[in-house]
């Protein structure tokens, strides 16, 4: 089972500049946003050139990546993979299925829902060695109590309930505070969580680097 790390957050707040310090010789990079990077020098270190760069937003092409991650030998020294983001794939679903069907069609959450699932699912059951960090964008909602909570942004009504962060066992929250990037760890006002005692602090500097040296270190 890889480990999976859920970053969530708005547009800009950096979650895509927090993976600026992952070795890209061990670093697999699933740009599902069509975007690139955001830091300067990132075409040298990632491209399709250097194997280790992939740009899609269409689900069943992520999947089919994956596996080749998973049990390819051309991929055995790849030690992380990102994924970002997991929306810009369920936007670009959306988008396929409201031209094929229609705005009114019920199956089409179900089929968004479905399809964030088994990404997920499939991150999960890669091997070992792999830590998978999949980045998302994230919204703030009112439960039933009236308790307002920021959590992982999802398209599929049956996603709303069953909540992505279900499945990782560390999350954190991407923000700009006084003008600095942090990464929120723990809040009452977040879904973002991580092991217990593996952090000293609720908060640290927006480096993925420091989350996983912590959590291999726990």
């Not at 999976?4 to 670093?27: C, D, F, H």
Request: glycine residues 6%; proline residues 2%; contains cysteine.
């Amino acid at each position: 089972m890889a480990r999976v790390i859920g970053v969530m957050g708005e547009s800009g707040a950096g979650k895509t500049t927090a993976m600026r310090n992952l070795p890209p010789k061990q670093t697999f990079y699933m740009d599902c946003d069509k975007k690139g990077m955001n830091w300067k020098g990132w075409r040298k270190q990632y491209s399709v050139e250097n194997k280790n760069y992939f740009s899609s937003d269409k689900f069943s092409t992520v999947l089919q990546m994956m596996d080749k991650i998973d049990t390819g030998e051309n991929f055995k020294h790849i030690k992380y993979m990102v994924i970002d983001t997991l929306n810009g794939m369920m936007v670009a679903n959306e988008m396929e299925i409201l031209k094929k069907r229609g705005a009114d069609s019920r199956s089409m959450w179900n089929d968004l829902a479905q399809n964030g699932w088994e990404v997920v699912n499939k991150a999960l059951a890669m091997r070992p060695d792999l830590t998978v960090i999949i980045l998302c964008h994230c919204e703030t909602v009112s439960d039933d109590n009236g308790i307002v909570k920021t959590r992982i942004k999802t398209n599929g009504r049956k996603l709303e309930k069953l909540v992505l962060e279900s499945k990782m066992t560390t999350v954190v929250w991407a923000v700009r505070k006084e003008g600095k990037y942090r990464f929120i760890l723990s809040a009452d006002n977040c879904t973002a969580k991580v092991p217990m005692g593996a952090f000293e602090e609720d908060e640290c500097d927006n480096d993925i680097m420091i989350v996983l040296k912590a959590l291999e270190d726990y």
